[in-house]
């Protein structure tokens, strides 16, 4: 379903995926069978957004050792990714164009990642906005917080860690990257990630280049994982067990 396609029925489809899943656990509870999944539930992505999600990665990893190449004296360890985009880093634009290709990408991953719950699609959608918008708001010097930059990243990484859960489906035949204990796996990966970084930042860990780094990489490796799943997983009926 294109995601277009989902306008008007997106102010309540996080109340329709809460409904599925508690429908979902009260049937596996009570050992009813799974239905099976809509068509829709096993379109392949695509070639955009398996091209879109297999570049996020590239273009955020090359580009952070490039834009560290640029800074003599950083410290990837303790120093955060953010530092590369402030208002007063040195060859700034480098992080800030990587960051904003990777927001663009995430887009177009969601618009072409069809066999996901509308919801996980825009949710996928809005966080890569937000991530563009994000480096446009970027910290004011090196190694300060600027409290409105502080705040978008916490919500730009709130979708990007809520869309894994909400773009699962239901059925015995739906391919593992879109099923519920998968994006819910991810979901709580990602937010340990955000709950580490945030307790770096408060105790001003030596670390905290690495959590920043490790949350960046996380939420942009995960589209690629499920593109992947998604384009390898068999068409036909498969076992979610």
Do not use: K
Not at 31 to 55: I, K, Y
Not at 79 to 95: E, G
Not at 129 to 139: A, E, Y
Not at 178 to 207: C, Q, W
């Amino acid at each position: 379903m294109p995601i277009s396609a989902s306008v008007e029925r997106a102010p309540y489809a996080p109340v329709r995926q809460v409904l599925r899943a508690l429908t979902t656990v009260a049937r596996v509870s009570s050992g009813r069978p799974l239905p099976a999944p809509g068509p829709e539930a096993t379109g392949r992505p695509t070639r955009a957004a398996a091209l879109s999600s297999l570049l996020a990665p590239v273009l955020l990893v090359a580009g952070w050792l490039y834009a560290v190449t640029l800074h003599p004296g950083f410290d990837p360890v303790r120093q955060p990714l953010s530092d590369l985009t402030a208002a007063n880093a040195l060859n700034r634009w480098v992080m800030t164009v990587v960051l904003g290709f990777v927001g663009a990408c995430h887009v177009v991953t969601a618009i072409g990642l069809r066999a996901a719950d509308p919801t996980g699609r825009w949710l996928l959608a809005v966080g890569g906005v937000s991530l563009v918008v994000l480096v446009l708001i970027p910290n004011r010097t090196v190694g300060s917080y600027y409290l409105v930059h502080t705040y978008w990243s916490a919500l730009t990484f709130g979708f990007l860690a809520l869309w894994p859960t909400t773009s699962a489906r239901f059925g015995d035949a739906v391919p593992w990257p879109l099923r519920l204990r998968v994006g819910l796996s991810s979901s709580l990966v990602t937010f340990l990630l955000i709950f580490v970084t945030a307790l770096g930042i408060i105790t001003e860990s030596d670390t905290l280049g690495l959590r920043e780094s490790a949350v960046y990489l996380w939420t942009t490796v995960w589209p690629l994982a499920v593109v992947a799943g998604l384009l390898t997983a068999p068409i036909g009926p498969t076992s979610a067990h």
